[in-house]
């Protein structure tokens, strides 16, 4: 059974730049989100997916974006990328009908913003 | 809105000594609680959840963690610590029905001494 996974590994861009981020979520899962980690932080919640609607978000700009496709996978979309931006990008996946249930994590997407 | 700390930026402990990691939470309802482990370039794994019930809870690799709602405290022990538990610490608390806003601390690293 495959886990959380994510593409690519690793991305470097330059400032103003547009990048999208891939994730597939474990099997039988219904929900993704994204966190953006720093370095030397906690990872940060940006927003979740559930049927291919945006369900929640954090203290993100709207230069953050995502979608989610009927096979539950999603994408995550940043504009105008700023140095700031540079991170570990995580995606988890989870049940919703699991309620409070925890969020499998992929290894993530490292973007290097130049 | 809810929140964590943990106090303990940086921990040394030597192989084979108990080990405890501290973590506060603020939120006003029954929160879900989480300790996850990142080793370097890696993601997230769930070592222990509470949701409810019992407030000693055990998981994975010989951890435990201790819900405490008079202190909001959810602080982890394992103890006896191997060499290969050398990674950084995240204590998490979810909220909303499906975790949809999931704040993290900023992490503990823990470096084993041999």
């Known amino acids: 059974d495959a886990g959380v996974t994510q593409s690519p590994t690793h991305l470097i861009k330059t400032r103003g730049q547009q990048v999208t981020l891939r994730c597939s979520p474990k099997?039988?899962?219904?929900?993704v989100s994204w966190y953006q980690q720093a370095l030397g932080q906690g990872p940060q919640f940006i927003f979740q997916?559930?049927?291919?609607?945006?369900?929640q978000r954090g203290n993100f700009p709207d230069r953050f974006s995502g979608h989610q496709f009927p096979n539950y996978s999603s994408e995550l979309n940043v504009n105008a990328l700023l140095l700031g931006d540079s991170a570990l990008y995580l995606c988890?996946?989870?049940?919703?009908?699991?309620?409070?249930?925890?969020?499998?994590f992929g290894p993530g997407t490292r973007l290097t913003v130049l | 809105a809810q929140s964590v700390t943990q106090p303990d930026i940086h921990i040394t402990v030597s192989e084979g000594a108990s080990l405890e990691l501290r973590c506060n939470y603020s939120?006003?309802?029954?929160?879900?609680l989480f300790w996850y482990v990142q080793s370097p370039g890696q993601g997230l794994q769930l070592l222990l959840k509470?949701?409810?019930?019992?407030?000693l809870v055990q998981g994975i690799k010989g951890f435990e963690a201790e819900f405490k709602r008079s202190q909001s405290s959810f602080n982890l022990r394992k103890p006896s610590v191997h060499w290969s538990d050398a990674a950084e610490y995240f204590c998490?608390?979810?909220?909303?029905?499906?975790?949809?806003?999931?704040?993290f601390g900023a992490g503990t690293r823990l470096t084993v001494k041999p």
């Open positions: 939120y006003g309802a029954t929160p879900y």
């Open positions: 099997s039988g899962h219904d929900t």
């Open positions: 988890a996946s989870s049940l919703r009908l699991a309620g409070g249930d925890e969020q499998f």
């Open positions: 998490a608390v979810g909220a909303g029905y499906n975790n949809n806003d999931m704040r």
């Open positions: 997916y559930y049927e291919e609607e945006e369900r």
């Open positions: 509470y949701f409810s019930g019992d407030t």
